[in-house]
């Protein structure tokens, strides 16, 4: 098939926040514990830290991660998580039926995060917890000194403040299986003045109120109006969250759900655009999409599992092998994002290590790569600058839950500093390779400085602790500058990176 694609200088999308690369991690699973933490494993620093696992994630060039739940976060108390180890309660976490051991807190958390040098984004607890629970947890974190709770801080060994900018208001309140979930209008009420009182405190940070738990809740998108009519000018943010499966093994319709993921950005976009108007406000909310990945392959088993188990500690759970199609259908979502970088300005890929996530580490075994690791990697490395408007000429097709979606799926990004222009191409048809051409117009291109691409496996294939690399980024070949015209070879089910050098900038 033959696909013609336009990119014009002067047309951009937006700027791109870093953050749109960010994770997420829970506790929860093997997360934390035998995750990012095994005192003892033969990688383990001497703080119980998995060197191996660290060493993925510095590669993945985070620049956020949220923390410490999740549904998690719900009905936690963060003071259990702080001060001598040996004096730390060991709790039943209600979330996951999971006993908690709070050896991990959060100033082991921040001393990780430090090591992977990745910025900490906090979940205040809004199911159990209250407005001053919130309020001391910030005034812990990010207050210099001179009151009790920052004292207590210093105290602990942290003598400098962490200066946490972001603040997530609870966790999907909407969802009937949250500890302390409340009504729309409840939720608004007390995320509202948990935010004014946090900013109160500390004027410098931003604050991201809960959206609907996913787009297929029965109250959506009622409760982001709702909510926001309640809190829109104390807050910075609302999240989406939406976790995506194949079930019915229909390759064109689960990719499909990037474009539903569009229409999903784009509900919430006006929603906050219609708050925005009735209450002639000045200030902009942005999406933060801060839980998001494929999760589907061993779903429904576990609720089950979960619901039989006896209160395990740090327990083998959520921990999905992902295939080569998941890989595909990632690199075509993180598309979605820097094409909506106007709105989404953070997003976490959900979770990062074991629990649905693109860096498993066997208990006191590897640590090895799941096939979604490479595509999350190559947007955060190569899709900073800006957004580029892409016109995008091809054949089409439609499916259950969109029309008209193109075989193509194209997202193209300008870095301006490093005179870069890098072009992300998902070719999503079953059988048929596409001949692109694309106009660079108002661009001068150099050379092809890279090409990466992902293709030719089977479907269902996976990365596993044996084959570890099995499913991984190769170069490609077909893909040149041709009179200032991209033009390339884009095999069918693959994922491709091409950078192109660019004079005169
Ligand atoms: O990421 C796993 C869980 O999915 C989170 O705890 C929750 O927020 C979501 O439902």
Redesign the pocket.
Known sequence: MKVRCTVHRDFRVSRIDDRLYSAFI?H?GRAIYSGIFEPGHPAADAHGFRQDVLAFVRDLNIPAIRYP????VSAYDWKDGIGPVHERPIRLDLAWRSTETNRIGTNEFAAWADLAGIEMMLAVNLGTGSLQDAREFLEYVNYPGGTAWSDLRRSHGVERPYGVKMWCLG??MDGSWQIGHRKARDYGRIADETSKALKTLDPGIETIVCGS?NDEMETYPDWEHTVLEECYENVDYISL?KYFGNRSRDTLNFFGKIEQTGRYIQAIAGTIDHVKARKRAKNDVYICFD?WNVWYHKRAEEKEKIRKWDWPEAPALLEEDYNFEDALFVGGLLNEFIRRSDRVKIACI??LVNV?APIRAERGGPAWRQTIYWPYQMASLYGRGEAMAVHVDGPTYDCRVAEDVSYLDVAVTHDPAAAMLTVFVLNRHLSEAADLDMDLAGFTPGEIALHRVMEGHELRATNSATAPDRIAPVKGHDAAIDEGRLRARLNPLSYNVIRINLSQE
């Open positions: 829970e929860m739940g999740g549904n998690f966790n999907e738990s969250h839980e959900a979770q649905i």
